[in-house]
């Protein structure tokens, strides 16, 4: 069935730095790709999105870009804070269901 | 405010009684869903609901019940529970899902359940 792979935590990153978050899916159809983020004690949130191949998806820094040759849709952020401190869940919809990754912890340090 | 809302936040029960997770609505969506979180697992659909009175199983549907009567509301139903029902529990809701799927899912606060 249809699948999402992302690298697993935790990452650890002083501030300033640059993230990325690999993801990679497996998909029978044309899903949309999405990134979620869950901060702590919180319900999880959409990030950024996008539908089809070659869309850019943008929000608070962080972009991703659908690589339908490659299959990913990997975050990256250039200039992290303390507040990016969360749970980012790569994710990908097809015919009413959405398929979560595992989960990637981020921690960023001042 | 447009939120989901989750009742209880958290619960501790015991192996076999019955219990009740309840999710409302007040965006108006047609779509709306159950997620587990376990470490490592990342959330795993339980059931989802295209609108009232249709409902359907996702990925982890054993041991869980649903309905849709109500538009807003879409409660999660554990008829006996055991301990490795313990978890984190979602609701979520969008304005519509479907093929190519672009509504975002609006989650709510999580329930965290404990059976002994």
């Known amino acids: 069935g249809d699948s999402v792979t992302q690298m697993e935590g935790p990452v650890t990153l002083s501030e300033e730095a640059f993230l990325t978050i690999n993801c990679t899916y497996t998909?029978?159809?044309?899903?949309?790709l999405f990134w979620y983020v869950q901060y702590p004690g919180e319900g999880l949130q959409l990030l950024l999105k996008a539908t089809k191949a070659d869309d850019k998806g943008s929000n608070k820094g962080f972009e991703a870009t659908y690589r339908k040759e490659t299959t990913s849709f990997h975050l990256e952020k250039g200039s992290v804070q303390v507040s990016d401190s969360a749970v980012y869940f790569c994710a990908l919809s097809w015919d009413y269901k959405l398929s979560f990754g595992a989960g990637t912890t981020v921690t960023v340090r001042a | 405010e447009a939120q989901v809302t989750q009742n209880p936040r958290y619960l501790i029960t015991v192996t076999g009684k019955k219990l009740t997770v309840t999710c409302s609505q007040n965006m108006n969506h047609e779509y709306m869903s159950w997620y587990r979180q376990d470490p490592g697992l990342g959330l795993r659909q339980i059931y989802y609901?295209?609108?009232?009175?249709?409902?359907d199983k996702g990925d982890v549907p054993e041991g869980y019940k649903v309905s849709r009567k109500e538009k807003r509301n879409f409660p999660l139903i554990l008829e006996s529970p055991s301990p490795n029902q313990t978890s984190l529990y979602f609701c979520?809701?969008?304005?519509?899902?479907?093929?190519?799927?672009?509504?975002?899912?609006?989650f709510g606060n999580g329930t965290r359940l404990t059976v002994t």
């Open positions: 979520a809701s969008s304005l519509t899902g479907g093929t190519g799927y672009n509504s975002p899912l609006h």
């Open positions: 609901s295209m609108n009232v009175e249709v409902t």
């Open positions: 998909a029978t159809g044309y899903p949309s």
